[in-house]
């Protein structure tokens, strides 16, 4: 599915992003949470949007971390930006999150929703 570029979520798009959180298949997950990180919307995710995501994804689960998160931003860039153009595409995201499980459940954890179900 395609969310509208118009800067708001509306009722459909908020039920379709739930469900593919929920029941979609892992590659389904990982494409659209590239598109939810990839900020700037230019078909990449740079550094700095990676930062961002690993800050806030902290942030919100809290917890101890043995590195900070510029080093995790940083080990992840060099493990799976193949090509070392700085930038990770939708196949280096996708791939590097299959072959990383540091990084694969960095990005699960990042919209685990189990919680807000188990309240509903």
């Given at each position: 599915?395609?969310?509208?570029?118009?800067?708001?979520?509306?009722?459909?798009?908020?039920?379709?992003?739930?469900?593919?959180?929920?029941?979609?298949?892992?590659?389904?997950?990982?494409?659209w949470y590239f598109k939810l990180y990839d900020v700037?919307?230019?078909?990449?995710?740079?550094?700095?949007?990676?930062?961002?995501?690993?800050?806030?994804?902290?942030?919100?689960?809290?917890?101890?971390?043995?590195?900070?998160?510029?080093?995790?931003?940083?080990?992840?860039?060099?493990?799976?930006?193949?090509?070392?153009?700085?930038?990770?595409?939708?196949?280096?995201?996708?791939?590097?999150?299959?072959?990383?499980?540091?990084?694969?459940?960095?990005?699960?954890?990042?919209?685990?929703?189990?919680?807000?179900?188990?309240?509903?």
């Open positions: 599915f395609v969310f509208a570029q118009d800067g708001y979520i509306d009722f459909m798009e908020y039920v379709a992003a739930l469900s593919l959180v929920l029941r979609g298949k892992m590659e389904q997950k990982l494409r700037d919307g230019n078909g990449c995710i740079d550094r700095h949007e990676l930062l961002n995501i690993i800050k806030a994804i902290r942030a919100i689960n809290g917890g101890d971390h043995e590195t900070s998160a510029e080093e995790f931003t940083n080990r992840v860039f060099d493990r799976i930006d193949v090509n070392g153009d700085g930038e990770l595409s939708l196949d280096e995201f996708v791939e590097g999150a299959r072959k990383d499980e540091e990084f694969m459940q960095v990005m699960m954890k990042s919209l685990d929703l189990s919680h807000i179900v188990a309240m509903i």
